[in-house]
């Protein structure tokens, strides 16, 4: 089945140490999403690649970077984790930015800080 | 700017009892409006969408009706089923922008 995969599930790091989220898609489309959702909030886009083309929402923290190095996968770094970091986050894929309203999501990445 | 409003959760219903949750927009122009659900252990899945007003998206015995004079979505089930147990996000979309989120809304259905 084509589906978007999230690993690790859950991922216990420690307060600045460096971690990276991964997420593979298996539907050949063009944009991937990284969004934080943290508990009984709305998830919060941070970014999105069209393609390779990377655009960053304005209030996205510096700390938070993300690399594609091809269609299938997308990776989000977070350099200098802190307490508020901790999160679910969550990879989306859509056709193209013109369908941008049908999305299809992993499970997410449950992240703690300690 | 664009956003959505939920009630907050959780609801909780018996099983076969009637299911509302209300969900209300702020936005610009002529956006689009959904209904995506999220499953246990699952990401989210577009549930129902509608294109303009007075639209009426259905699927899964869930429906809601894109009601511009009073900027809602309500999702409406006649019968909830326990596998109906989900968290519920309202969202829209203008053209030009990325999808905007309400907060979500936990359902527990009990047996």
């Known amino acids: 089945d084509a589906m978007v995969i999230q690993n690790p599930r859950y991922q216990v790091t420690q307060f600045g140490k460096p971690v990276t989220l991964s997420c593979s898609q298996t539907?050949?489309?063009?944009?991937m999403y990284w969004y934080q959702q943290k508990s009984s909030q709305a998830p919060k886009l941070l970014f999105h690649y069209y393609d390779k083309d990377f655009n960053n929402e304005a209030d996205t923290p510096d700390n938070f970077q993300s690399r594609r190095p091809n269609t299938s996968f997308c990776f989000l770094d977070i350099r200098s984790p802190g307490l508020g970091d901790a999160a679910m986050y969550l990879c989306?894929?859509?056709?193209?930015?013109?369908?941008?309203?049908?999305?299809?999501f992993g499970p997410g990445t449950r992240l703690t800080v300690t | 700017g664009d956003s959505v409003t939920q009630m907050e959760g959780p609801v909780t219903l018996s099983e076969e009892a009637f299911l509302t949750i209300n969900c209300t927009y702020t936005a610009t122009g002529y956006p689009s409006l959904f209904w995506y659900v999220q499953y246990p252990g699952e990401g989210l899945q577009l549930l129902l969408k509608?294109?303009?007003?007075?639209d009426k998206g259905s699927n899964k015995g869930f429906e809601a009706t894109y009601r511009k004079e009073t900027t809602s979505f309500h999702l409406e089930k006649g019968s909830v089923q326990v596998s109906d147990s989900a968290v519920y996000f309202c969202a829209l979309y203008n053209a030009g922008n990325m999808l905007t989120f309400g907060g979500g809304t936990r359902l527990m259905v009990k047996p």
């Open positions: 989306a894929t859509s056709r193209d930015t013109a369908t941008s309203y049908e999305q299809y």
């Open positions: 539907l050949n489309h063009n944009v």
């Open positions: 509608a294109t303009k007003a007075d």
